[in-house]
């Protein structure tokens, strides 16, 4: 071995790093791109829409996409494209905040199942499985029309559905690594489960964990979106993708303008999302299309 | 010469590395196969006899090329050739036998069913010819009752019987050409040398060239005719088994052999320094020049090319062969003696000890019946003094890691008392042990890529133990982790390494400070060098009997190794099937008499020396569950007196040296038979 100094790499290097493989590749400098010109139009699109979201103006109802407006109005008379750029904010804080508890509650819960295995893993496993049978969309409707629509519920409610599915990531996860000989020799020790989870298993799962939570960011994104669609998710005159795509469907035929763009911004956004947590998933070594070595 | 059957010419094979060099593998390889000649092809790992040995088929690894040269089969150029005429070759003319035959072989197929597809394959038989081939085939690996064996899974069969499977898979199609990859690296010692018995006799009777590829000298003495070594992808020494072994005339042979433990001296084998370089490090000069005691100036910038004496028909990579083919052993071996001071204190007494794995049925549970007559582990009773190295010896399935994880604490006992520092008892659960019992007792394991977490750098490895048990911080803690890392030779420069920058011998290193980072009373070892390579075993032997040697620690060494514990061990005891056969001072136990079933293990030690022939004098037989009554080994014993070993547990008997042997036979008896064999 080389006597070479190596320092400590900080963890901003790290992300630094792992950015960089991400967009050494076509997709995932696209997906990249793509998710942060999303984020920045969310952060920033108030200090410049060109006019007011919610102003109703009959005399302008339906107007095809002309100078004044880029992307048409809808059958309110409401200018599509401040519609369409302010439309993302409410899903991607949302669906971000609902990703970030399923991550957490889903990997944790995954990670002790793993650990303690046993009756407690099985019976939990076994309501996990409960609740995947229920459809998630019907439990939504009964949790909002009990609750109501405000993102205080939205979140949380999303972020538990959502998470279901990363229990099982994570406990396969840490199935994988409980048997090896680092954590029987930490056990042998006399650690904690608490250290163990925290020294020994997440530095081993936490990989795995972060690329599925990234997965199921696209796919609660597209929920929210169905949500709004159906009319359960932001109240008008918020503006919303799916709401937007609900309230001008029927006008389709002759106002594809007032559909085209909200469903443009929806499906980039996804699209984007998915690039990025595959090219995150490649970078991190986790990728689920390798091949057979032979 | 009409003789050869493969040739291979200067043949380098290699890949492009991310930076666009080109890195070879395998340099400047020459040599040929002769009909119906053995050759041992050995190297340590990263040598680059796997990709040899492939190469042979006409295979070349996915990311690696063939750079120049062609490897040759009758003179048509095995890598040049395209898919459809290679799969006429291989099979008919070469066939492969590979390492792990339990993964080799399709789990959901019968056996029969499985030859009977190579059968179909490789040759034009009817199906009533090749349903006669295949009670052949397994006939003549030796296998018994070959009908009832051919409608048997892959998994109902021993690891010796897939590897004998396997075997007869390579002999359906007749080849010319059999390849050995490490053919018998994962069996039992026993097992093994019956697997080589085997090819013995099969090279013998269908005239087959055989290349054994293996790490293993003792294994390659047994079969070989000829020797290729190779080192950092170079053939170093290539010539007849015997004048290799006997007379090693490159350094490198020279030293490999040294680092061997063998039964015949005991004592500590001479560890060579430093390891293997990485492919593509080396640009110039002999590869060996770093670790070689015989180097001069010349060998730095000038490359050794192979030279062929005539006088003893061995080529050799070497400029100061001459050296050592006029030592002959006048150098006087320094094998170290143990020198330990063993107190009278006893530190560990394990008495009456049960183990087993039986889980209670539901039912059983509601009545409160915990009755498991036959446990894996039973009657265990050692005590084990300060500064001890006790050894634990058997073949798989001998319980020896399973009493190991027992003392750790990980498994609970059924029955008995294991008793620390004379008066405090181990709790049976974990959670129950006081913190510092549980700092006296710290394990080492066999293979340091799973016991060494892969997102720790070694820093945080070797911090665990210093802040779970001596609440250590910052600096001082710092300071503590540079001073245990110093004690296993590993500078200051590696804290910030994770594992997978490390070689095998390094990893170990650092799972042994981790070890005694804890200041230990006793250290577990289990199997702690068998996942090394051989010359890395001599060092990281050396190193545990130095620090042990330092601290006054205790070790019980689990290994399955006989040489390896002949070497490490003050005390030894014989497990089969979790009972103990024999137990004594380990230089009485390598001694006549001894328990038939310590007489069979070391009759099957592989030495590397070609003079020395396993004594095979029991099946090779597994035996799934120790038997409910009688002695343990009844089922395989040699000397097997009648009902009596099979109704009663044989006593204890003292041997003439302070060794006891539980046998029915008289040790009079036992030594009478013994030496006349």
């Not at chain 1, 046993?118 to 609740?131: E, H, L, S, T, Y």
């Not at chain 2, 050739?81 to 993964?103: F, H, S, T, V």
């Amino acid at each position: 071995m080389e006597n070479v100094e190596q320092k400590q790499k900080s963890i901003f290097q790290k992300v630094f790093e792992i950015i960089k493989t991400m967009a050494s590749k076509p997709s995932g400098l696209i997906g990249l791109i793509i998710l942060s010109f999303h984020v920045l139009l969310a952060l920033t699109s108030p200090f410049y829409v060109p006019y007011d979201y919610k102003a109703i103006d009959p005399s302008l109802m339906l107007q095809a996409p002309s100078s004044e407006y880029w992307f048409g109005t809808d059958s309110l008379g409401r200018d599509v494209f401040t519609r369409t750029i302010l439309g993302g904010r409410t899903a991607l804080t949302v669906t971000f905040f609902g990703s970030l508890i399923a991550l957490i509650w889903g990997g944790s819960l995954g990670i002790f199942c793993g650990l303690v295995g046993g009756k407690i893993d099985d019976v939990v496993m076994r309501i996990i499985d409960a609740f995947l049978s229920i459809p998630w969309i019907l439990a939504m409707l009964l949790i909002v029309s009990l609750l109501g629509t405000t993102t205080i519920v939205l979140i949380p409610a999303l972020g538990f559905f959502y998470g279901k599915g990363i229990v099982r990531v994570a406990r396969a996860a840490t199935h994988d690594v409980i048997a090896k000989d680092f954590i029987v020799s930490a056990r042998a020790r006399g650690h904690s489960n608490l250290s163990i989870i925290w020294n020994e298993i997440l530095p081993n799962v936490r990989d795995a964990i972060m690329v599925e939570g990234a997965m199921r960011w696209s796919w609660m994104l597209l929920g929210f979106s169905s949500l709004s669609f159906l009319g359960f998710g932001v109240s008008p005159p918020t503006p919303d993708w799916g709401l937007m795509i609900s309230n001008a469907r029927g006008l389709m035929s002759f106002a594809y303008w007032a559909v085209l763009a909200p469903i443009f911004g929806l499906s980039s956004l996804i699209i984007g999302i998915n690039l990025t947590a595959d090219a995150f998933a490649k970078a991190l070594g986790i990728d689920r299309s390798t091949k057979a070595p032979v | 010469m009409e003789n050869i059957v493969q040739k291979i010419n200067n043949l380098t094979i290699g890949f492009t590395s991310q930076k666009g060099e080109q890195i070879s593998i395998l340099k400047n390889i020459s040599t040929s196969i002769n009909k119906g000649e053995t050759v041992g092809i050995v190297g340590e790992s990263g040598s680059g006899k796997s990709t040899l040995a492939l190469a042979m088929m006409g295979y070349v690894k996915h990311g690696l090329y063939t750079i120049s040269g062609e490897c040759l089969y009758h003179s048509n150029n095995l890598l040049d050739m395209n898919n459809r005429d290679l799969e006429n070759i291989r099979g008919r003319k070469i066939a492969m036998i590979p390492q792990n035959a339990g993964q080799a072989l399709t789990p959901n197929l019968k056996i029969g069913y499985q030859i009977d597809e190579a059968l179909k394959l490789h040759t034009d038989f009817k199906k009533e010819d090749r349903d006669k081939k295949i009670s052949e085939l397994l006939n003549k690996v030796r296998l018994p009752s070959p009908e009832i064996m051919a409608q048997r899974y892959p998994h109902e069969l021993s690891g010796g019987q897939q590897q004998r499977v396997a075997v007869a898979m390579a002999l359906a199609g007749n080849p010319e050409i059999l390849l050995l990859d490490e053919p018998t690296t994962g069996l039992d010692v026993t097992t093994q040398a019956h697997v080589l018995e085997l090819l013995n006799v099969i090279a013998k009777d269908t005239g087959t060239s055989m290349v054994y590829v293996s790490h293993d000298l003792g294994a390659i003495a047994r079969v070989s005719d000829r020797v290729i070594v190779m080192y950092s992808g170079e053939i170093v020494l290539d010539g007849p088994v015997r004048g290799i072994l006997k007379n090693p005339i490159h350094p490198y042979t020279f030293g490999l052999l040294k680092s061997i433990p063998k039964l015949t001296s005991p004592g500590l084998p001479n560890s060579m320094s430093g390891s293997q370089p990485q492919p593509g490090i080396i640009k110039s000069g002999c590869s060996f020049f770093d670790r070689c005691n015989f180097a001069e100036d010349q060998c730095k910038s000038n490359t050794p090319d192979l030279e062929y004496l005539s006088d003893i028909k061995t080529s050799v990579r070497c400029f100061k062969y001459r050296d050592l083919i006029n030592m002959k052993e006048t150098k006087n071996d320094k094998i170290r003696s143990l020198n330990n001071n063993i107190l009278e204190n006893e530190i560990l007494n394990i008495s009456e000890v049960s183990i087993t794995y039986a889980k209670q049925k539901f039912l059983e549970q509601l009545l409160n019946k915990t009755e498991d007559s036959n446990p894996t582990v039973k009657d265990i009773n050692i005590n084990i003094n300060k500064g001890e190295t006790l050894a634990l010896v058997g073949e798989s399935g001998s319980g020896k890691s399973t009493i190991l994880k027992s003392i750790a604490g990980l498994l609970k006992t059924k029955d008995g008392i294991i008793k620390f520092d004379k008066d405090i008892v181990l709790s049976n659960d974990l959670k129950k042990r006081d913190p510092a019992n549980l700092r006296a007792i710290q394990l080492i394991f066999q293979n340091p890529d799973e016991s060494l977490n892969p997102n720790h750098t070694v820093e945080e490895i070797v911090s665990q133990p210093l802040k779970l048990y001596f609440g250590l911080s910052g600096s001082e803690l710092k300071q503590k982790i540079i001073e245990v890392l110093d004690k296993v030779r590993l500078g200051e420069f590696y804290l910030t390494r994770y594992p997978r920058q490390l070689s095998g011998g390094e990893k170990q290193r650092v799972a042994v400070a981790r070890a005694f980072a804890a200041k230990p009373d006793i250290i577990l070892c289990d199997e702690v060098t068998s996942a090394l390579d051989v010359s890395v075993q001599a060092a990281v032997l050396n190193l545990l009997q130095e620090l042990k040697e330092d601290f006054g620690t205790t070790y019980i060494f689990v290994s399955h190794d006989l040489a390896v514990v002949r070497a490490i061990s003050d005390r030894v005891a014989v497990l089969y099937q979790g009972r103990l056969c024999e137990i004594g001072p380990s230089k009485h136990v390598y001694e006549l008499p001894s328990h038939p079933y310590t007489e069979v293990l070391l009759g099957a030690v592989l030495e590397p020396d070609p003079d020395i022939k396993p004594k095979l004098v029991a099946e090779d037989i597994v035996e799934e569950k120790p038997p409910e009554q009688g002695c343990s080994f009844q089922g395989r014993c040699p000397r097997i007196l009648g009902d009596i070993c099979k109704k009663e547990v044989p006593p204890w008997q003292m041997g003439e040296n302070g060794n006891s042997i539980r046998c029915h036979i008289k040790v009079d008896d036992l030594k009478k038979q013994q030496t006349i064999n």
